[in-house]
Structures are given as structure tokens and as C-alpha cells.
């Protein structure tokens, strides 16, 4: 059964503590996404990676966000330092070039305290 | 500026009966659009799709409707279930980017 898998599910952090989430997409697909999803913006597009290279960051906050594809069975979100504001949950997802539809994995709960 | 639009947060459906959940857009450039579904502690799935090119899609229960020159879709489920039960996401892309602009969701309660 092919999934996305999020780790850790969920994490409380300290201001200014580094937060990494990590993603392993479904094998084969060489999309990856990260969103966010908070009450009052819904799903908001983070990062974009086709084929292992950034596409579009232009949602995340560059000078706290970093989001890479060290091999194409990982995906990385760091957050450092870290603030209440990220406080969110952040999902990781996967598919193939020229198909719109992603396979989601189950999130990331974050709260940064 | 949300570029697509679910204007209801909530929706009540009684079991059985048509649920209907709607969507709004106002890029005129966005040529595909889907709709997900997300259970609770869990991401979203991939529901059903509509192409600009077409007016309707169905899928077993679920039919999505495509109005271009209103800048409208729909989903309809019927009959409803209990199972409906859920946030649905609109989601709409332009060209092949594929990067998806997301509504932020209706909860739809089916009652048995």
C-alpha cells in the first residue's frame, strides 16, 4: 500500500529551537510539496520540488524555512529558529509530473510554546 | 486575496438525500480543478478532477460540475452517507505547473 510518510507526527518545540520534518514520497513520483494548513489560510503551498529541484518557494519564509531533496526517497522542512506563529500542521506530498493530483501523508502537528 | 473560494464553512446534509458543495474562482487562467477530501488527524485525498475542457465529471456518487463563465464548480454526492462526513477542499491549477491554489474547505456533516 504506497503512501507518504511523515515523520515525526507530532513535535512541541521551544521558541527558537530548529524544527525538521522529514517526508518520504511514494516511490516513483517525482513531485513533492509542502503545505502548511492553519485555521485562517487554509492549505498554503510552501515548496514545490520536480525531479529533486526546487520549483517554486516563493510561500515560505526564507529567512527561517529551508525545504530540500537530499535523494528522491527524502524530503526535508527545516525551521530554524523556530516561533509560535509556525505553529501548524505541515503535510508533505507526492505525484507525478503533468498529474495535478497529490497523495498527501498525514501531517505534521507542530507547536512551537 | 483568496483566488478560489469556498464560501460556505459548513454544509448539513441529512442521510440519503444531495449534498452539494460549491466552489468559486477568479482566475480565468486556471484550466484544471479537483476536489479533496480530509478526514480529521489525517491529509487530504485526492477525490475526483474536472479539465476545463469539460462541463462534468462523474465518479460512482460524486459528480463535479464546471461552469467557465461563472467561474463555478459544484460537487454533488448522492446519496449522502454518514462516511461523507468530512472537510472538502476545492482546488484548482493553471498550465502545466500543476501547482494547486486551494478554498479553504467546507465540513460537510451527513446525518443519519
Known amino acids: 500500500?504506497?503512501?507518504?510518510?511523515?515523520?515525526?507526527?507530532?513535535?512541541?518545540?521551544?521558541?527558537?529551537?530548529?524544527?525538521?520534518?522529514?517526508?518520504?514520497?511514494?516511490?516513483?513520483?517525482?513531485?513533492?510539496?509542502?503545505?502548511?494548513?492553519?485555521m485562517m489560510q487554509g492549505l498554503e503551498l510552501l515548496a514545490y520540488f520536480r525531479n529533486r529541484a526546487p520549483l517554486d518557494d516563493s510561500g515560505m519564509p526564507k529567512d527561517r524555512f529551508s525545504a530540500e531533496m537530499p535523494d528522491a526517497t527524502l524530503a526535508t522542512l527545516k525551521i530554524q529558529p523556530s516561533e509560535?506563529?509556525?505553529?501548524?500542521?505541515?503535510?508533505?506530498?507526492?505525484?507525478?509530473?503533468?498529474?495535478?493530483?497529490a497523495f498527501f501523508g498525514q501531517g505534521t502537528r507542530l507547536t512551537v510554546v | 486575496d483568496q483566488?478560489?473560494?469556498?464560501?460556505?464553512?459548513?454544509?448539513?446534509?441529512?442521510?440519503?438525500?444531495?449534498?452539494?458543495?460549491?466552489?468559486?474562482?477568479?482566475?480565468?487562467m486556471f484550466d484544471y480543478?479537483?476536489?479533496?477530501?480530509?478526514?480529521?488527524?489525517?491529509?487530504?485525498?485526492?477525490?475526483?478532477?474536472?479539465s476545463s475542457i469539460k462541463d462534468k465529471n462523474e465518479d460512482g456518487r460524486f459528480t463535479v460540475?464546471?461552469?467557465?463563465?461563472?467561474?463555478?464548480?459544484?460537487?454533488?454526492?448522492?446519496?449522502?452517507?454518514?462516511?461523507?462526513?468530512?472537510?472538502?477542499?476545492?482546488?484548482?491549477s493553471a498550465g502545466n505547473n500543476r501547482k494547486l491554489i486551494w478554498g479553504l474547505g467546507t465540513s460537510l456533516a451527513v446525518n443519519p
Not at chain 1, 512541541?12 to 502548511?36: A, D, K, S
Request: aromatic share 12%.
Open chain 2, 65 to 92: 460540475f464546471l461552469n467557465k463563465s461563472a467561474k463555478h464548480l459544484s460537487l454533488h454526492i448522492v446519496p449522502s452517507q454518514p462516511g461523507d462526513s468530512a472537510v472538502y477542499f476545492c482546488a484548482a
Open chain 2, 3 to 28: 483566488q478560489v473560494k469556498q464560501n460556505s464553512p459548513s454544509l448539513s446534509v441529512q442521510e440519503g438525500r444531495i449534498s452539494i458543495l460549491n466552489c468559486d474562482y477568479t482566475n480565468s
Open chain 1, 84 to 101: 509560535p506563529r509556525d505553529s501548524a500542521v505541515y503535510f508533505c506530498a507526492s505525484g507525478f509530473v503533468g498529474g495535478a493530483e
Open chain 1, 1 to 38: 500500500d504506497a503512501r507518504v510518510t511523515q515523520t515525526p507526527r507530532h513535535k512541541v518545540t521551544e521558541m527558537g529551537q530548529e524544527v525538521t520534518m522529514r517526508c518520504q514520497p511514494i516511490l516513483g513520483h517525482n513531485t513533492v510539496f509542502w503545505y502548511r494548513q492553519t
Open chain 2, 33 to 50: 480543478f479537483l476536489w479533496y477530501k480530509k478526514y480529521p488527524a489525517e491529509g487530504p485525498t485526492f477525490l475526483i478532477s474536472i
